[in-house]
């Protein structure tokens, strides 16, 4: 069982890894004219170990994830701006998880867990830069929490619909 859920964790940590990778290859801002804004393709893989697997589990692949990508493709910056805006959307998540269902779906969970990764994003900015003027791009970004995080709710609510239909036994 434990072998099982282990092997798990590691080839979901690879599908963010790839996810997050592919991201990079196909620019929001192109459709979207805000600097750095991101579909959160790889935070599907983070909702879906919190619902599919235990909350450390999901910890572990958050920060496997963060760590790896910052490796391969990222910088300290990158590094410290996905660690603090993963950081803050797996516990935002995490608490929304807990009453899912009585005070709000998955997909209202996606969209905090967006807006959460956004906050912890412009903490990590206003920390790195030195200076609170970075505050004022939070309510575009906020905005944008909503139509991002609907689409990566209803992508993790698709996987969760066919996960059911196999048994992995964890």
Known sequence: ???????LCGLL???AIVLSLAERLFPLDAVVPVPGAKL???NVVV????????PREALAIL???VTLSALLMGSVTAFLFSLMGGLLSLGVMCLLLRVEGRF???LGVSVAGAAAHHIGQIAAAVVWMKTSAVIAYLPLLLLLSVPLGLITGLTCAAA???MKKINFGV
């Not at 909702?47 to 235990?54: D, E, I, P, V």
Request: with cysteine; proline share 0%.
């Open 104 to 106: 709000c779906s998955l």
């Open 13 to 15: 940590t690879a599908l």
């Open 1 to 7: 069982m434990q072998t099982r859920r282990l092997t």
């Open 160 to 162: 969760l619909t066919h």
């Open 40 to 42: 959160g393709l790889a």
């Open 47 to 54: 909702m879906f170990a919190l619902t599919y697997l235990r």
């Open 63 to 65: 920060l496997g994830r």
